[in-house]
């Protein structure tokens, strides 16, 4: 592993912990040269599954594409790494469960967007905006109404 501020290739290993949901581990190293301490995450990799693009071209299922949008999304908001994370966890487990070897791009946007509705109304937004690449404010409008929709019948469940 090279060393993040110095580039020296040598490293220690001071602690290993594995993730709340075990599917990945967490390890803090200490660079040999400089002293300076970081961290890395070690996944499984699932090298077998392509990623079906809206053009028809094909590319190896990549998790930091995934954690990039999700990043970009929740820009600015009081939400956790930690939690950015458990979504690209929860994503890719499900994709692992539902498709074999391809998965079309519109279908893990789709999973992207409902874990991300269930954490932060802005985030999802920004999220949907991008993904499903909006023409003019009366389609972001429209995303806009629904997600209210939602949210105002779901506060009066159980009411009267």
Do not use: W
């Not at 020296?8 to 200490?30: A, F, N």
């Not at 990799?45 to 990549?62: A, H, P, W």
């Not at 994709?95 to 992207?112: H, P, Y």
């Amino acid at each position: 592993m090279k060393c993040p501020f110095c580039s020296h290739k040598e490293d220690k290993v001071i602690d290993s912990r594995l993730s709340r949901d075990g599917k990945s581990i967490r390890r803090r190293r200490e660079c040999l040269k400089c002293k300076e301490r970081y961290t890395t995450h070690e996944y499984v990799e699932n090298t077998s599954l392509l990623v079906i693009k809206k053009d028809g071209r094909r590319e190896q299922f990549d998790r930091k594409k995934i954690l990039s949008g999700v990043i970009k999304a929740c820009e600015k908001r009081p939400i956790s790494l930690d939690k950015m994370e458990a979504i690209v966890t929860a994503v890719e487990s499900q994709i692992a469960k539902k498709f074999d070897k391809e998965v079309k791009s519109r279908d893990i946007g789709e999973l992207v967007m409902e874990r991300l509705a269930k954490l932060d109304d802005v985030a999802y937004v920004r999220f949907a905006s991008v993904y499903r690449q909006f023409k003019d404010v009366n389609q972001f409008m429209n995303e806009l109404k629904g997600m209210l929709g939602k949210k105002y019948d779901n506060s009066f469940v159980g009411r009267k």
